[in-house]
């Protein structure tokens, strides 16, 4: 159990007690906020956007940055996916120009395609090249890339020197905490990417076998931490500000990577945000506020994915967005059978802006 005492406007919260599977544990609490350095950037505030495959595409990117973040990666791109040069691809990895710093992720088993893709990732725009090694799903795992890397120690250590010395900027490398509960290496790993000259790393405190279940181990993260001197960003169930504090203080991590808890509320990285750099933390958005962002996402979509992928993107972005309003369920119910893009765009209006005038009167 861990007892916080900190108030969401201070920057100086009193941490009184943590009890951890070790024991009680006194906390000083100690300024995490700084934010740090990854070759020439300065990661600031110490705050990354998740990369997730088929969500953090430019547009939401785009979204989620206004909210302030130190940095932002694509989703993963397998690296063999790179020689047909699907426009997809292209797209997929694309970087804004108002997006710096901006990390593409690469995936794969084999040193060859991975010192080819990095080199891609480069020429399109990329400040670092992040490496997934965490990526739990099947058909991945079956290929030994995302977190089944983790079961071969060398071949880490052969794609990561491969990779770094093929690039001029920064690498930097996603992993899980181990293969499974009897076979966690973080700290190993976390080793062997600070001798290839890895930049930053970010650990998701679950195992591979754990999937999405349970809760991000954090203590775990600060394993990891403690082997390293290179900056070290934790990840996993963080859900506000107080769950990112609580997961810095445990961890000692020097930066906060969210994920799920942006689907449909980039206002979380607004006040995430505010806690790293002792500011009060923002209102929740009203309806309008809420409206204006949706509406701004979906105009996004449509400019880089055109009106048929823009259409079936805001199925999935809209009704996360509509979660915890007037009317939501059935919201989200009649969204999903809207059968052209004015009709989303019409619904969606009509809806949020609903949600605002109920919201005010
Ligand atoms: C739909 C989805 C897609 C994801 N795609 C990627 C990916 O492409 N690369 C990656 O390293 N991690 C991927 N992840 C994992 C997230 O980056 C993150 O590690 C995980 O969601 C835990 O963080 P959270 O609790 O803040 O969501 C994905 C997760 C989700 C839910």
């Known amino acids: ?41 300065l990661i600031d505030p110490p705050l990354v956007l998740a990369p997730m495959a088929g969500i953090t595409d430019l547009p939401f990117r785009r979204i989620c940055s206004r909210f302030g973040l130190g940095l932002v990666v694509t989703e993963m791109i397998a690296s063999r996916a790179i020689e047909y040069g699907r426009e997809r691809t292209i797209r997929m990895a694309q970087v804004g120009d108002d997006e710096h710093p901006a990390a593409v992720q690469i995936a794969g088993s084999d040193p060859q395609y991975m010192r080819e893709a990095a080199r891609w990732a480069v020429e399109q725009g990329a400040d670092f090249v992040d490496i997934n090694m965490g990526c739990p799903v099947k058909k991945i ?3 030994i890339a995302g977190s089944a890397m983790l079961r071969d120690e060398k071949l880490v250590g052969l794609i990561l020197d491969t990779v770094v010395a093929a690039v001029d900027v920064p690498v930097t490398l996603k992993i899980r905490t181990g293969w ?30 754990q999937m999405f279940n ?17 900056p070290v960003v934790g990840n996993g169930d963080v859900v506000d500000a107080e769950s990112a504090k609580e997961m810095m203080v445990i961890s000692g991590c020097d930066g906060v990577m969210i994920g799920r808890a942006v689907q449909g509320n980039p206002w979380v990285l607004g006040e995430v945000s505010a806690m790293l750099k002792g500011q009060p933390i923002p ?8 409206w204006v962002v949706v509406h701004d996402h979906l105009q996004q979509l449509l400019m880089h994915h055109g009106e048929r992928t823009a259409s079936k993107l805001a199925r999935k972005h809209v009704p996360w967005y509509s979660k915890g309003l007037a009317g939501s369920a059935e919201f989200r119910m009649s969204f999903q059978h809207c059968q052209s893009w004015e009709k989303q765009l019409l619904d969606a209006q009509v809806y949020f802006e609903k949600a605002y005038t109920s919201h005010a009167t």
């Open 1 to 41: 159990m861990i007892i916080l005492c900190f108030t969401n406007t201070s920057s100086q919260p009193r941490i009184c007690s943590m009890h951890t599977q070790s024991g009680d544990v006194s906390l000083k609490a100690s300024n995490h906020h700084a934010a740090f350095q990854v070759g020439q950037h």
């Open 141 to 143: 795992c079956k290929q």
């Open 180 to 209: 499974d509960e009897n076979s966690k290496n973080m700290r190993r790993i976390a080793r062997i990417a600070e001798d290839a000259g890895v930049q930053m790393l970010t650990v998701h405190g679950r195992t591979r076998s």
């Open 214 to 230: 349970g809760h991000a181990n954090w203590e775990d993260i600060g394993e990891a931490k403690s082997e390293v001197r290179i």
């Open 283 to 290: 209102s929740e958005p009203i309806g309008e506020e809420r």
